[in-house]
Structures are given as C-alpha cells and as structure tokens.
C-alpha cells in the first residue's frame, strides 16, 4: 500500500496561508502539479499514492477530472485571499499513478481549467508522465493539440527478465514506436529508467542504457531502486524470494550510466537526471530543487508556498468527498522555520549542477569545504568559484556531504 502520510500541524479547512506565503513571491515561480493516482496494476517496488480499479471503494475516475479542476479553481481562491500575487504558472506537471489511463480529453480539460485559472507563462513546460502501452499515435497527437509540450515514458528497463521482476507489464520493443509517436506530433521526450533492480547483472543495465539512447530522448532520468517498507517487493526480499539489491553493483551501474549518457552528448544537470543541454532539462522538477512554488493538485499531493507546506488526505474517495464540500482538500501541513530551510536548501541544491552558494553556508560548514575538496567530493574549481558543486564520487556519497554541511 502507498506509503504514509507525513505528521504535521492540522490544516485548516478553508486552506488560508499564513502571511508569511506571500512575501517574495514575486520573486519566485509558481507550477502546478496534478496527480493522477490510477493504475491498471500495482508494480511491486511502488509506494506512490496509487490505486487500481478495485481499490478505489466509491471513487470514479470518471469525475477525477471535474474534482482536480475544482482545487484548481479553489487554490486559486485561496491564494488570492491569502494575499500571495497572482502569477501564471511557468510549468504544469502530471504524475502518477498513469496519468494516460484517463481519456486525452479529462488531461486536455485539467490543463484548460489551470490555463483558464491562473495562465501559462510564454513557453511555459507541460508534462505528463505516461506507460509505454498507455498510449498511442492519436492519443499523443490530442495531447499536443492541447498545450502539452513534453512526455515522459516509464521506460524503466529494456530486459525482460528485469520488467518482470519490477512487474512492468510493457514490451519494451514498444518504447521506440511511442518515443516516434511523439517526435511526430512535436513533443519533448523524456525516459525514466531504473537501476539496481534485484537479479540486474552490470550487462543488463548497459543494454538498457543502449535502448534508452539509441531512441534519442531529450532527457533521461535514471532513479536506483529504492526498496520502501510495505511494498510487495519488500516482502519478497524479507521471505528470501528475491535478493537484495547490492549497493556496490549499483554505484558501478550508475558511474556506468553517466559515462555512457556524457558519451551520448547528455549532461547531468541534478544526481538522478541528464539532459541534452540546458533547454531540455525538467524546468518543473528544478523547481522543487530551487525552492519556489507549486501546489499540488489531487489526493496525496504536495504543494509548497512561501515555506508552507501541506499534503492532501490520501484516498481517493476521502478527496472527492472534500472537494464535493467545498473545503480544503489538505490533511495536514507545517510552516518551515529559518533552520529547517537551510537544511532543505542545501539537500535540494547541493544536487543540481548549478549547486548552492558556499556564502549561504554558515561558518562551520564553510570549514567542511577544503576537506570535501581533499576527498573529492565536490568540484574543486566550482568550490574555488563559490559553489558547492558534487563531483561524480559526491554525486554518489550525496547524503555524506549534505550531512557534512548541515
């Protein structure tokens, strides 16, 4: 089942902000995430907020559409009664769950309802995540004819034997027919891949990394496999059905995966992302590194204003119920304190290329900085230049250096 929900104080049910949300907004983007929590089955290492068909227990996801667009309207109330200045969103973001499994037309109308709501910024990036045998020519074609600008595939793997056990239900020969569906309508591509998997030897996950590049994608994520408690796979592990996965054949796959990716003309931009230049990089995912504003539209959701942070109740049908009443769809929420920003900025930043400044460091983090460049840990140049910068051995002892620094 979904993992749980975060502890926080009680979120009050006509959603205000206190006044501390809107001081510097100006200064900061505003993007707006829709989940989407169907999915037609369960993989066994998920623990995102999903649900299949018989788990829904009286939510449809045929009024899914109506209720997202309604937060939507209602966000935007609350934003403007809480005094945070109206701003177009830069970037719209739909995750899941399989956003897809909804008709192109209830994306085309949540889309619609944010651009009518709030207004896109010129350019402005729009995403939807998607599996591989989820769509097809047509159904990508009305998505670009609604405003979406971008696509990300969940490609995972292109070795069978390694989709079986994530339980991946795609053939993995269909990833180059829909990332040609795409090019063909002019949408950016993006492929999700997965590493670590248990029985993945270092020659499986090259194949994969072959596949994924001879596709020619705009961008590709590659996440290690994280085995979360209360997953499926977690219990295959703790029953000695499935091994382990082994830290040290992942650190050589992903040294593996950015070796070939720089090779491919892609540069990594954040610890689990590559890009083929800066145009092409998640300017919606940047966002949550950098700090700046999202709310997020749907059941489980995370939004983010000004410091505060709330999460929506998680069923489906408990945010039905919310949204039919009228009030705010939010379980919980907590307002960051100056030290817990900090901490959270150098976490989040210390994984993106452009890094985090060495002068917002207090002083006896700044004293980490020579001993990180003796152990090669951080780019000597870009330190030496004011910023804190992972290099490849950081970016895989990632958590050692924010811990160093905090």
């Not at 990508?140 to 034997?161: I, N, W």
């Not at 460049?373 to 490849?392: Q, R, W």
């Amino acid at each position: 089942m979904p993992s749980a929900l975060p502890l926080g104080d009680p979120a009050p049910s006509d959603g205000l902000l206190p006044a501390l949300a809107a001081v510097g907004a100006d200064a900061r983007n505003f993007g707006v995430y829709l989940h989407v929590p169907f999915c037609r089955v369960r993989c066994g290492y998920c623990d995102f907020n999903t649900y299949t068909a018989t788990e829904l227990r009286g939510a449809k996801q045929s009024d899914y559409a109506d209720e997202a667009s309604e937060e939507v309207r209602f966000a935007a109330r609350v934003l403007t009664a809480s005094g945070v200045p109206e701003r177009p969103a830069s970037t719209v973001f739909f995750g899941g769950g399989t956003p897809t499994l909804l008709p192109a037309a209830d994306l085309a109308r949540m889309l619609g309802t944010v651009r009518d709501t709030w207004g896109l910024v010129e350019g402005a990036e729009v995403t939807t995540e998607a599996n591989p045998d989820s769509v097809d020519a047509a159904y990508l074609r009305a998505l670009k004819d609604a405003g979406f600008t971008r696509v990300s595939f969940g490609m995972q793997s292109a070795v069978p034997h390694v989709l079986a056990t994530l339980e991946r239900t795609h053939d993995p020969e269909r990833v180059p027919l829909v990332v040609q569906w795409a090019r063909d309508v002019g949408l950016d591509v993006s492929l999700d891949l997965i590493y670590g998997t248990p029985g993945e030897s270092l020659d499986d996950w090259r194949i994969s990394l072959e596949h994924a590049i001879a596709q020619q994608p705009d961008h590709l994520s590659a996440y290690s496999l994280i085995v979360e408690d209360g997953t499926k796979l977690a219990r295959q592990i703790r029953r000695g059905e499935v091994a382990r996965p082994d830290d040290d054949l992942a650190a050589e796959q992903y040294e593996l995966a950015d070796r070939m990716l720089a090779e491919a003309g892609f540069e990594w931009y954040e610890v689990s992302n590559w890009s083929t230049g800066t145009d092409h990089r998640s300017r919606h995912n940047l966002a949550y590194w950098q700090g700046h504003d999202w709310w997020g539209i749907g059941p489980g959701s995370h939004s983010h204003v000004g410091g505060v942070r709330w999460w929506n109740v998680k069923h489906p049908a408990a945010y039905a119920a919310r949204i039919a009443g009228g009030e705010s769809s939010a379980a919980g929420r907590e307002t960051l304190d100056d030290e817990t920003r900090q901490v959270e900025a150098i976490l989040l930043q210390t994984r993106i290329r452009d890094g985090f400044e060495i002068a917002r460091l207090n002083a006896s983090a700044r004293r980490e900085v020579a001993s990180l460049i003796a152990e090669e840990l951080i780019d000597a140049k870009a330190a030496l230049a004011g910023s804190i910068v992972l290099s490849l051995r950081g970016r895989l002892l990632a958590d050692v250096v924010v811990r160093r620094l905090t």
